[in-house]
């Protein structure tokens, strides 16, 4: 039985949301030991922090889904290596996959593992910036080892090779002209009758494979490559087969690989590959209930369309999605973490002559960092409760967990992108040297933006599902008249959040009725600006939610002081855009309107001498923070001029 745990020990009663279970089940011993625990040093500063810690990292699962890669960075072989060169940065990150491989009892396990997976790139991003490591570590895992375990041949394979690092995978998808359409891609996958295997071959210069690590950099290698299954000149849909790239003399025969430019915030060795009708046996194809051939070629499925089986094929996206909104939340707190310690390292001239005061010191620095810490409270609140459902879901709920995922990983890494800058901003040109471990996040981020789903394109899904197949929520309807409801009220704020989504999802309905008849990409025209907008209220409702559970599951007082004035500024802040409908649809007062600014500055004012205290929380180690020679009054030099 999962357990709301802690919710009726103390005064958790501010009549907010009601709460919803942890992102991990607990047993009763384990609650009655936590409250006793937090019970007996309740009020203090360190029963805060914990506080903090146990909420943010997955309650008392954090030891198993967090320690280890806790632990594994505070090693000095992963701080930041200057003056290496684009090969050299691509083969630091296999030189340090091989070794988070060397910690795992059972690699297959961590693939199948979303929180542990996810969790996973929660810190391996924080490595150089976001660096190649988290790069690798997505596709060698998730992408390949897990879709080698997602199928039923899986069991008869023999993936040593590859759980002990003898082999890396990657994973070969997109192609020169067919990413977001993956769906159409090229690149074919002939069935040989009279040698019962595959002819692989890639038959224009567009279906060339865009982006995989596919050169000999970091050892042998082998793929999953999305290719169409064609069986006596029938397309049978897009599926995967299991393709030998290199050895250790280098790339195999008809295989084309070639170098694509270094491309800033993850140094991995990208490539163009080709395959000239190369040879592949019969146990290359991925089989499962999407589709299996038989001893005569025969195709059988219990999909209906060559869609469906593409989507199969390619299921390990939605982790993927997990793991890059992992990414992004491990990546923003990290630079939070350093913009605010140098935000009290770094002193400037103050008011009265010969004064120094720390940059924190001023409303126009640390509200910045405030606005953005509030909002990665938000995302890793979110993010938690986003993995808890897919880790969850059951068949029937599979729809919607997918769809959460792309909302969220979208939301996330958008935020991310925001985080990540300001942050470098905020510590000027100190920010904009790699050394210092901010100035590779905003390009990192970028990347997790466009991987497993262009966030614009699976929003555009995600706005078509929730228009046309879930309803909207009821708006609030509460005893209080909303002239009498005040901004300092968590649920009223919620609820405002909740009218805004309501209110575009209002209009994009009326948009698509009123768009141009028998031209569905003209209706959808004309509605996709609301239904965006929809789709973000929508993100940031579900963010709201997680964040406010998590305030009501806050036993220690001033932790939950804490969240709770945090939660307030992350929701004033949201609704600042949505003012104007608010107001006109009777949500808002102008009073409401007119006080939000000080509401603002309040709340920031309030929260301001705990700013160490929140990125605290974040748990970084202090040999990461070490190492950063801003944080440490050292000019970022090279080795060789040091």
């Excluded at 910045?368 to 879901?393: G, I, K, N, P, Q």
């Amino acid at each position: 039985m999962t357990l709301v745990t802690w919710h009726n020990v103390s005064a958790v009663s501010s009549g907010l949301l009601e709460p919803q279970p942890l992102a991990t089940a607990l047993s009763p011993d384990a609650v009655e030991r936590r409250t006793s625990r937090a019970l007996a040093r309740i009020g203090t500063p360190a029963a805060a922090a914990d506080e903090l810690r146990h909420l943010l990292f997955d309650g008392c699962d954090r030891e198993r889904v967090h320690a280890p890669w806790h632990t594994l960075i505070s090693a000095p072989s992963y701080r930041h290596r200057d003056g290496l060169g684009p090969a050299e940065r691509a083969a630091l990150a296999y030189e340090r996959l091989r070794e988070v491989n060397s910690l795992l009892a059972d690699p297959q396990s961590l693939a199948r593992d979303p929180r542990l997976l996810a969790s996973l790139h929660e810190w391996a991003a924080i490595v150089d910036g976001g660096g190649g490591l988290c790069t690798v570590a997505s596709i060698h895992y998730n992408l390949f080892l897990g879709s080698l375990l997602d199928h039923e041949d899986s069991g008869r394979r023999d993936l040593s090779d590859f759980t002990s690092m003898r082999r890396t995978g990657t994973f070969l998808c997109t192609e020169l002209e067919h990413g977001n359409d993956a769906g159409a891609l090229e690149t074919i996958a002939e069935y040989d009758r009279e040698n019962d295997g595959f002819i692989l071959h890639t038959p224009t210069e567009g279906a060339r494979k865009f982006m995989p690590n596919t050169s000999p950099v970091g050892g042998p290698k082998s793929a999953l490559v999305a290719a169409r299954l064609v069986v006596d000149g029938h397309d049978e849909g897009v599926f995967l087969f299991l393709t030998p790239l290199s050895d250790e003399h280098g790339t195999l025969p008809g295989i084309d690989v070639r170098p694509l430019p270094l491309r800033p915030g993850a140094p991995v060795d990208h490539c163009l590959t080709a395959f000239d009708h190369v040879r592949l046996g019969r146990s290359a194809l991925l089989e499962a209930e999407h589709g299996r051939l038989d001893a005569q070629g025969r195709l059988s499925s219990t999909l209906g369309n060559r869609r469906k089986r593409f989507l199969h094929s390619i299921s390990r996206v939605t982790a993927g999605k997990l793991c890059m909104s992992g990414a992004a939340v491990g990546a923003s707190r990290a630079a939070l973490a350093i913009a605010v310690r140098y935000a009290q390292h770094r002193h400037v001239s103050g008011p009265r002559p010969g004064e120094r005061v720390p940059l924190q010191a001023h409303r126009s620095h640390h509200s910045r960092l405030l606005d953005s810490l509030a909002t990665a409270y938000a995302m890793t609140f979110a993010h938690r409760e986003t993995v808890d459902r897919w880790c969850a879901h059951d068949p029937a709920e599979r729809e919607d967990a997918e769809r959460q995922a792309a909302v969220m990983k979208g939301w996330i890494t958008w935020q991310a992108r925001a985080i990540t800058t300001e942050c470098r901003e905020r510590c000027g040109a100190q920010g904009l040297f790699s050394a210092n471990g901010l100035a590779d996040f905003p390009q990192y981020t970028e990347g997790t933006i466009t991987a497993e789903g262009d966030n614009l394109v699976i929003w555009v899904k995600a706005a078509g599902e929730i228009l046309f197949r879930s309803t909207a929520e009821a708006p609030g309807e509460g005893d209080v008249p909303v002239a009498e409801r005040t901004l300092t009220d968590l649920r009223f704020l919620r609820e405002l959040l909740a009218d805004a989504e309501r209110l575009w999802r209002t209009r994009a309905g009326a948009a698509l009725r009123r768009g141009p008849a028998g031209n569905p990409l003209g209706r959808w025209n004309t509605a996709s600006d609301a239904a965006l907008e929809m789709v973000g209220a929508h993100a940031a409702v579900r963010a709201a939610d997680a964040f406010l559970n998590a305030v009501e599951h806050a036993l220690d007082p001033t932790a939950r002081g804490l969240l709770e004035r945090l939660c307030r500024l992350f929701l004033l802040r949201q609704l600042g855009e949505h003012t104007g409908d608010l107001l006109a649809d009777g949500r808002l007062t102008a009073e409401h309107v007119c006080a939000l600014p000080e509401a603002i500055d309040t709340v920031t004012a309030e929260l301001a001498p705990h700013l160490q205290s929140l990125v605290d929380a974040f748990d970084l180690p202090a040999e990461y923070f070490d190492a950063l020679p801003m944080l440490n009054g050292a000019p970022p030099l090279t080795p060789a001029l040091a």
